[in-house]
């Protein structure tokens, strides 16, 4: 029912091989080195009874996913995600989400968190927060 993932080198699509845990409720990833900037999730690699991500200290630049690969997810936890652009914005579709947490992750994320969060109370989630901590604003070149 809970997985934590530490400190290794993956490919983003091994990390989808975990969809097929049937009963994954609570899955970390942190501090492990992923090949490639982006996890695209398929149509067929739903996380279904996931409540709880959390994903820590991974060099994620760009996430494809939609509410239907996590209809259940109750809490999204990124710390130290210093890559990420934005959450997937179909997360604002997912019914029982309660809170994103952000930690020293880009200002461009944590607006995307906010974003999901007036959709989500315009469809009546007024319970829905997000949490921010030393947001990352980005260095231009």
């Not at 994903?55 to 890559?83: M, Q, S």
């Not at 989400?97 to 020293?104: A, R």
């Amino acid at each position: 029912m809970k997985l934590r993932i530490t400190g290794f080198t993956f490919e983003w699509k091994a990390i989808n091989i975990l969809s097929k845990l049937p009963k994954l409720e609570v899955l970390r990833l942190t501090a492990w080195k992923c090949i490639g900037e982006e996890w695209k999730l398929l149509e067929e690699e739903n996380f279904n009874h996931l409540i709880y991500l959390k994903i820590a200290f991974v060099d994620l630049k760009h996430w494809e996913a939609t509410a239907y690969h996590f209809p259940n997810l109750k809490r999204l936890v990124l710390k130290g995600c210093r890559e990420l652009v934005k959450i997937p914005a179909d997360f604002a579709e997912i019914l029982n989400l309660k809170s994103i947490e952000l930690t020293k992750c880009l200002c461009s994320a944590v607006d995307s968190a906010k974003e999901i969060q007036e959709q989500q109370h315009e469809c009546g989630n007024d319970n829905m927060v997000v949490i921010e901590k030393n947001t990352l604003v980005p260095r231009y070149r």
